[in-house]
């Protein structure tokens, strides 16, 4: 059944090529972990994707709950974790998720470090890897505030303290950030909220198929 | 059996497609239960509202009474009144909903001059005989709701909606 749908797709317009470019590419010997299991630190690159798959999806059934609003933010977290059902898991996933990927993303980074694969011809990714690092700490940073709970207050105030704490420009970054130059609060959430969900999400999206169309044209780093 | 052997690239998809789609499942069917909950959530209702109006106040008019409650809306509580058109009928007290069965405007009694003892809906001209039987040849297609209704110390109580039982 499905087979004949592909092929009656496929007879018209000729879609194997399109995935067989992104599904078919070759793993050296010396990044699968069949064949020497130390290269298991190959798959960090990966388990960062998977779980950013798993923020992306869990964040947007989170949405259909959340309020970004000083008055009903906690109230609606509240009711989504414990009056819908799986509540708890979803919003667990999307906590527990948002720390896994900054740990993933350090142990890639690591890898890639230690293998010596940021040299040339990979400086570009390198760099990019850096800005996705900056965007994804940008994520967990603007995300935080979101449960408007005391943690996520205090914790916010201290982050945009330390934004503040850049020369010249500091105190223009905190309004920037804050919405208001000394309240910590409406506007705050709002814009948070906005960064999170919108500006952030779009960098991240650009920045990721950049990184996964270098590695695809220059392919995985030579063993060491 | 040795006719039908399974490949080791068979074997291989199977069991790859069916892991990962465990895996999928897994991942994916709280986030769709968390998703669908409204629909699946029960709701409770049917809680009697006291209003204003006293039971021996009541004539064979129908007039309008007001009533309020608290409503839960998720995590948002507020006091939200609704309306009844209520009227005797011999003995029995009658409370129509005031939701026009077209398309949820608020019928008046009356509200039409041209039209006496019906209840007239401004929006599309739909119109109710005093049973809350919809007009043949205007928009509406069913009667009015009716609510439940009980007396406490000389005082209306209305409960929820229910279909017509008069027509």
Redesign the interface.
């Known amino acids: 059944m499905l087979n004949k749908i592909y092929d009656w797709v496929d007879e018209r317009l000729d879609i194997t090529p399109i995935w067989r470019d992104i599904a078919d590419h070759e793993v050296p010997e010396h990044v699968n972990p069949a064949h020497h299991f130390s290269a298991f630190v190959y798959c960090f690159g990966g388990l960062t994707f998977f779980i950013t798959v798993i923020q992306i999806l869990s964040g947007m059934f989170l949405t259909m709950y959340y309020v970004p609003d000083i008055e009903n933010a906690w109230e609606s977290v509240y009711y989504l974790q414990n009056e819908v059902a799986f509540g708890e898991i979803v919003r667990g996933m999307h906590h527990w998720g948002a720390s896994l990927v900054i740990v993933m993303m350090f142990l890639h980074t690591l890898r890639v470090f230690f293998t010596g694969s940021y040299k040339k011809p990979r400086e570009l990714n390198w760099m990019v890897g850096v800005l996705i690092f900056a965007v994804m700490l940008g994520l967990g940073f603007t995300g935080y505030l979101l449960p408007w709970d005391m943690k996520a207050l205090f914790a916010t105030k201290v982050g945009i303290e330390i934004a503040a704490s850049v020369p010249v420009i500091g105190g223009m970054i905190k309004t920037l950030l804050a919405g208001d130059e000394t309240i910590i609060g409406a506007q705050t959430l709002t814009r948070f909220f906005a960064i999170h969900v919108f500006f952030l999400p779009a960098a991240l999206f650009g920045l990721l198929a950049a990184h996964f169309i270098m590695i695809r044209r220059q392919g995985i780093s030579g063993p060491l | 059996m040795s006719n039908n052997k399974v490949s080791r690239r068979q074997f291989l998809s199977y069991t790859l497609t069916g892991v990962g789609g465990f895996m999928a499942a897994g991942?994916?069917?709280?986030?769709v239960?968390?998703?669908i909950?409204p629909v699946?959530q029960k709701s409770e209702g049917g809680d009697f509202v006291l209003t204003e109006k006293k039971i021996a106040d009541i004539t064979e008019v129908p007039v309008r009474v007001d009533f309020t409650f608290e409503q839960v809306d998720?995590?948002?509580k507020s006091d939200v009144t609704n309306a009844a058109w209520v009227y005797k009928e011999g003995d029995e007290i009658i409370a129509l909903s005031p939701v026009c069965k077209h398309l949820g405007c608020t019928v008046n009694w009356e509200g039409d001059p041209a039209h006496k003892n019906q209840f007239f809906c401004p929006c599309h001209a739909g119109r109710y005989e005093k049973n809350g039987a919809n007009v043949p040849k205007t928009p509406p297609l069913g009667p009015l709701d009716q609510f439940e209704v009980r007396e406490n110390e000389g005082f209306l109580e209305i409960g929820k909606a229910i279909p017509n039982t008069l027509v």
């Open positions: 991942m994916l069917m709280p986030m239960r968390f998703a909950d699946l998720a995590w948002y």
